[in-house]
């Protein structure tokens, strides 16, 4: 029952930073949080992940130290503040709940374009 959505996509220049946001229906209890990315004809990959209270985090390699993931509770919504983009950012990205087993519900994805 728990709903995603993210937003925050677009295109944007090498170099340059977007924060996508993705708010979730449930406001009775938080969960870990993920963003996973997809780009065309490739698998989905990892990209971050935030403990319930936001007091963890982990990054994959090719977005630490340019990615932060953070969370506001009181919204129960999850940001993904991208900086120093590349255009091997590009992809759509999809925020993702564990509810009740790892990552079962996902939101509908927002595009990420990185132009050179």
């Known amino acids: 029952q728990v709903q995603l959505a993210e937003s925050g996509g677009g295109l944007v220049q090498a170099g340059g930073s977007l924060r996508l946001s993705c708010a979730a229906t449930?406001?009775?209890?938080?969960?870990?949080m993920g963003w996973f990315r997809q780009a065309p004809g490739k698998e989905r990959e990892f990209v971050a992940a935030c403990s319930a209270t936001g007091g963890t985090t982990q990054f994959a390699e090719t977005v630490k130290d340019r990615f932060t993931i953070s969370r506001d509770n009181t919204r129960n919504t999850v940001y993904l503040q991208m900086n120093s983009l590349k255009p091997e950012d590009t992809g759509v990205y999809y925020c993702a709940a564990s509810v009740t087993r790892p990552y079962d519900y996902w939101g509908q994805g927002t595009q990420v374009t990185v132009s050179s």
């Open positions: 449930e406001t009775t209890y938080y969960y870990p």
